[in-house]
């Protein structure tokens, strides 16, 4: 996809200007589709398994029912924009739009993978017989969101200038405007680690076939995101509206983790809040190590291509610093990573 999207942009940017994107999109997806229908059709075979299209009905009620509960988060950055457009200016409606979409890469890129990843093991143990299996999973999971997000968090909050710099700040969106984005982004940032703890949980309601209970709880989120948003959107302009969706996400985690008590029987437990709260001291040390190094070494730099070395270098510096700290005070989440990455590899030798 992405190999085709570049192709159709240095082929046909020149006649088609920026419509070569969206072509490009275009043809990578039908390729994508292709590919996809050939692999299914050889491992499926569904000609040998067409049944009554009456079977066929359930499953299209359950797929579109994940479908509207899905849309549900992509209408928060549209009530964003209709509030921003009504109480505020263009400038702030684009630097809504561009720091939602800059928070959301950590949790699209490893907390949606870990879910997707995680699933098939949710509905197996989904059954009254693995029910421990199930709770035992889940308080796992916590952990390991946890263990993954915080210092992910503290990273983009602390250094959110010099993100947004190296991922926007060209041609017309200026050093302005990167002042402007950085408020909100900070905000995002802020309550990414509830938003991704709850973006996992809802694999529960999925695979235990909940979802009318779900989509009464989002719905609900849904509404505090409307309410807090035209609280907060006269005092703190467009940074309201992004903490406007910051409490929707912590409120989310709270009601799902209490639903889930009561609907499922998962609790986090003691040993959970235990592990989150030895998670402090090695994150507030990678802080304190992150705001030394940048007083030794300041990140801020002329250029983009050294701003951009010089965040490698403090993160790789800072995420060495909290695993080792991490193994330092006995969490269990370092050991199980380090143990599946080499039972990985020592599988992968075996297949060799």
Request: net charge positive; with cysteine; aromatic share 12%.
């Given at each position: ?55 066929l009905t359930p499953f299209m009620k ?273 050991h199980r990573v380090v143990r599946a ?12």
């Open positions: 996809l992405n190999a085709t999207l570049l192709v159709a942009l240095f082929v046909m940017y020149q006649s088609h200007g920026i419509s070569a994107l969206a072509i490009g999109w275009l043809a990578g997806t039908g390729l994508l589709f292709l590919y996809n229908a050939l692999v299914i059709w050889r491992v499926v075979r569904p000609g040998r398994h067409m049944g009554s299209p009456a079977a359950l797929v579109l029912s994940v479908a509207l509960l899905e849309m549900i988060a992509f209408v928060y950055p549209t009530v964003d924009r209709a509030l921003a457009a009504r109480y505020l200016g263009d400038g702030q409606i684009a630097a809504l739009r561009y720091s939602f979409f800059l928070s959301q890469l950590p949790p699209g890129l490893l907390v949606v993978t870990f879910s997707l990843a995680s699933f098939p093991w949710i509905s197996d143990y989904s059954v009254p017989s693995a029910k421990d299996k199930l709770l035992a999973l889940y308080r796992q999971s916590l952990g390991l969101v946890a263990f993954t997000m915080l210092p992910i968090v503290c990273g983009m909050i602390l250094f959110a200038p010099e993100i947004v710099r190296v991922a926007f700040q060209r041609g017309a969106f200026d050093v302005v405007s990167t002042q402007l984005t950085t408020g909100p982004f900070v905000v995002y940032s802020a309550g990414l680690l509830f938003y991704s703890v709850y973006i996992y949980q809802m694999r529960y309601y999925y695979a235990g076939k909940l979802i009318l209970r779900l989509g009464i709880i989002l719905a609900s989120t849904f509404a505090i995101k409307v309410v807090a948003s035209l609280l907060l959107v006269g005092a703190f302009e467009h940074e309201g509206l992004a903490l406007g969706t910051a409490v929707a996400w912590v409120a989310g985690l709270v009601i799902l983790t209490v639903d889930l008590g009561r609907a499922l029987g998962l609790t986090p437990g003691r040993d959970t809040a235990l592990g989150l709260a030895r998670l402090l001291p090695a994150t507030t040390l990678t802080v304190g190590f992150w705001l030394a190094l940048n007083y030794v070494w300041p990140i801020a730099s002329e250029t983009t291509l050294e701003l951009i070395a010089k965040l490698v270098v403090h993160g790789l510096a800072g995420a060495l610093l909290y695993f080792g700290l991490t193994f330092f005070f006995g969490l269990s989440e370092p990455i080499r039972d990985k590899f020592r599988s992968y030798g075996a297949r060799r």
